[in-house]
């Protein structure tokens, strides 16, 4: 069984920068695919973006050019940079690991969840 932990939440002001850590236990982590989801306050889960077990990336188009999603895999750790951070990028950031390459936005479809970090930007 995988464990996923979360690092590198806190309060930032707008247009600062944050990065988060998703550190996966066990010795498969180069096999999974992740996903960084994000939650606010009354809104549903939504995915920020993904990247598989072989490097290629996506983004929602509500964080494009701003966040930045990586993974070393010789530290079992997957990465989001957030640069140019908004009031509206508030919410609780979850990484999510998954099996199969397709449907990342399916989180029903994710095997392993991190416990989630708290984002608060401030104006």
């Known amino acids: 069984q995988v464990q996923l932990v979360e690092s590198g939440g806190g309060l930032v002001q707008a247009g600062g920068s944050l990065r988060l850590s998703c550190v996966a236990s066990?010795?498969?982590?180069?096999?999974?695919?992740m996903g960084w989801f994000r939650q606010a306050p009354g809104n549903q889960r939504e995915l920020v973006a993904y990247i598989t077990n072989g490097g290629s990336t996506n983004y929602a188009d509500f964080v494009k050019g701003r966040f930045t999603i990586s993974r070393d895999n010789a530290k079992s750790t997957a990465y989001l940079q957030m640069n140019s951070l908004k009031p509206e990028d508030t919410a609780v950031y979850y990484c999510?690991?998954?099996?199969?390459?397709?449907?990342?936005?399916?989180?029903?479809?994710?095997?392993?969840w991190g416990q989630g970090t708290q984002i608060i930007v401030f104006a």
């Open positions: 066990g010795n498969i982590f180069r096999f999974i695919n």
């Open positions: 999510g690991g998954k099996r199969r390459d397709n449907n990342y936005a399916a989180q029903n479809e994710y095997d392993y």
